[in-house]
């Protein structure tokens, strides 16, 4: 699909290459430089008082008196690699604009700090990231925001439940939901979520904002905002970095509601630095390559566990049963299964414990997305401080792992896991 905005027509392929770059702006080098400073030096006092005025007061050409200083001034407000990743998101997102941050829970937690007020209600997708748990239910309720959570949002009538629930605390504000689900990858239909938040804004005034954490599909195979999403957020540490070696997160939208996360993260210094920036650049070159090998990979790997006796049930998304709800949502929504997911042995920890213990080749470690395979055991490791009942309410138990299917041969990774299974 050819993206819509800033890329003229462009295939995101394409757009992940080069775009946001232009050689002309350093020297003709064929890759963008590493622009390693704290500080910019203004042309003149009134261009630095024109920038200033711009920048904080939001000064129209009109009421500038002419064309809008382009430049920088220190890296924490912006800095020439951050502009070109925001504007290469921005772009595979389809969306008007993009802030990226110096992790995914640093967009998350300011999407909640730019958008929510002591007295609101919000509603959140379960599972979900368990760092994105705990902030909004133990560190939000703190500062006066009411938590609802719905564990089915393909069924409209929990989605309302929850959101009916949620009004009855306060106004909702937001909808924080994540799909595919960390680690389950349940699926949320956004559509069906907008449609909700639309009608309690008719209802109390103001509508609730959706904003979709989109870390397991990323914008290749998923794009929130075409269903409806207003803010698309991606922990770019996984797929988008896609090395294991940098931490990063972004949230797309519509430029005012993005130039409030931008002018929140000034004052919280929480932007991504130009290394890392630079290093993601860099990545989002092979992302098509990478998510086109790992999902192949993931197809024969989740076909092998799904055959297997010992294994209780495996979630990726390309084996939702046909003629369910979440089938549909799935259909009309992805453009593909991609390649995390999770799987259950019968029994529980001790059968997943002898099973991990075995494994050489798949690295048992936390995070997503990288080009090694990637394996752990949620209820003892990403998801331990989530209470047990709400855990297993959310399809978590004993016996669950969640892989993160990588670059290696589809073989190679069948043949480690039956000498785990084995031991089991």
């Known amino acids: 699909m050819a993206a819509e905005q800033g890329g003229a027509g462009l295939h995101p392929d394409t757009l992940a290459v080069g775009h946001g770059y232009d050689p002309a702006d350093a020297w003709g080098s064929a890759k963008p430089p590493i622009v390693l400073t704290s500080t910019f030096v203004y042309a003149s006092a009134q261009a630095a008082k024109d920038f200033h005025r711009a920048f904080f007061d939001g000064a129209t050409e009109a009421e500038h008196g002419g064309p809008i200083p382009d430049g920088f001034v220190y890296s924490r407000l912006g800095h020439p690699n951050l502009s070109m990743v925001e504007k290469r998101i921005a772009a595979l ?49 703190g500062f006066g925001v009411h938590v609802e959570g719905v564990i089915d949002a393909c069924d409209e009538a929990e989605i309302r439940a929850a959101a009916e629930a949620a009004r009855a605390r306060g106004p909702v504000a937001l909808f924080m939901m994540e799909s595919p689900a960390n680690p389950t990858a349940a699926i949320v239909d956004i559509a069906m979520v907008r449609r909700v938040a639309d009608e309690i804004g008719v209802r109390q005034g103001r509508r609730p904002l959706v904003s979709v954490d989109n870390t397991f599909l990323g914008p290749l195979l998923q794009n929130p905002i075409e269903h409806g999403a207003d803010l698309a957020v991606t ?46 650049l860099r990545s989002l070159e092979s992302l098509a390559v990478r998510t086109e090998r790992a999902c192949a990979n993931a197809i024969a790997v989740a076909g092998f566990l799904r055959g297997h006796p ?20 799935y ?25 991990l213990d075995q494994l050489k080749l798949l690295k048992l470690a936390v995070s997503l997305g990288g080009s090694e395979t990637l394996i752990c055991h949620p209820a003892t490791t990403t998801h331990y401080s989530i209470p047990r009942e709400r855990r297993e309410a959310s399809g978590i138990t004993g016996g669950t792992m969640r892989l993160s299917v990588g670059l290696e041969h589809p073989a190679d990774l069948i043949a480690e896991m039956t000498r785990g299974l084995d031991a089991v």
């Open 93 to 141: 997102d389809r969306a008007g604009d993009t802030a990226a941050f110096n992790s995914g829970m640093a967009a998350i937690s300011t999407v909640a700090l730019a958008f929510l007020r002591p007295g609101d209600s919000m509603v959140y997708s379960r599972p979900i990231y368990s760092g994105t748990d705990n902030l909004l239910n133990t560190v939000l309720p």
């Open 235 to 280: 922990s770019l540490t996984k797929y988008c970095g896609g090395h294991s070696d940098l931490l990063a997160g972004s949230v797309s939208g519509p430029a005012d509601l993005i130039g409030r996360l931008k002018a929140l993260r000034m004052i919280l210094g929480n932007h991504m630095e130009p290394f890392t920036a630079w290093l993601m």
């Open 310 to 329: 010992k294994v209780a049930q495996v979630t990726y998304l390309g084996f939702l049963p046909e003629g369910t709800p979440a089938r549909a949502v």
């Open 331 to 355: 259909e009309r929504q992805c453009a593909g299964a991609g390649s995390t997911f999770s799987f259950a042995l019968h029994g529980g920890e001790a059968e997943a414990f002898r099973f």
